[in-house]
């Protein structure tokens, strides 16, 4: 739960408050982690240096600890995680680097968010290793793609000490594999994984 991204500031989104509360509260009665995902855009090409990545993840930031203070939650997300795929089409601007523009962005989200919520990052494997994500002091969630005999998790090598879930889409909703899928990805170790279909119908174990 969370919201798409803004080419303007605040470079996020305002959610759904009903879903926000609906999903809280199930999580509540599931007792089980809730990862809400914020798209956030980058800054306007001329805002776009190190300086202006971390004023576009903290006005996002403090946007969203707003938004979540204001839903009359019955209880907080368990992370609330930056997902870099807005405005620019390039990663929120991110996908080239450099690393300091990565590090400013997650810093700013993390200030903005302040002290009552728990900040993380999404990222690609690639992004992850090529940019020295492993050096940012919060957890980060990594895509991968499942295919025909797998995942390529191991392409880009080792992943950090930071790294908390698995993002994976292109799961299979078919009997038997969803499940098949779902044991090899937390076979990985992760605490906190997550499964995106390949189509929008529901998906049965």
Not at 83 to 103: I, K, M, R, T, V
Not at 123 to 146: K, R
């Amino acid at each position: 739960t969370g919201a798409l991204g803004s080419s303007t500031s605040p470079y996020v989104r305002t959610a759904n408050a009903a879903a926000l509360r609906a999903t809280a509260s199930a999580t509540r009665a599931a007792n089980a982690p809730w990862l809400s995902f914020w798209t956030v855009s980058g800054p306007p090409g001329a805002s776009s240096s190190p300086a202006g990545f971390y004023q576009a993840g903290l006005v996002a930031g403090q946007n969203v600890a707003a938004q979540l203070n204001n839903a009359g939650l019955a209880m907080k997300p368990t992370l609330v995680i930056l997902d870099p795929e807005g405005y620019p089409d390039n990663h929120s601007g991110l996908e080239s680097g450099p690393s300091a523009s990565w590090a400013n962005m997650m810093a700013g989200w993390a200030a903005g968010l302040g002290s009552n919520y728990a900040p993380a990052f999404y990222a690609t494997q690639y992004e992850y290793s090529a940019f020295g994500l492993s050096s940012i002091n919060m957890p980060a969630l990594i895509a991968v793609a499942f295919g025909p005999g797998g995942s390529n998790f191991s392409h880009y090598g080792t992943l950090g000490s930071n790294v908390q879930g698995i993002i994976a889409w292109g799961v299979t909703c078919a009997p038997g594999t969803t499940i098949a899928e779902a044991n090899y990805l937390a076979s990985w170790g992760y605490r906190y994984n997550t499964l995106e279909f390949i189509n929008n119908t529901a998906c049965h174990p």
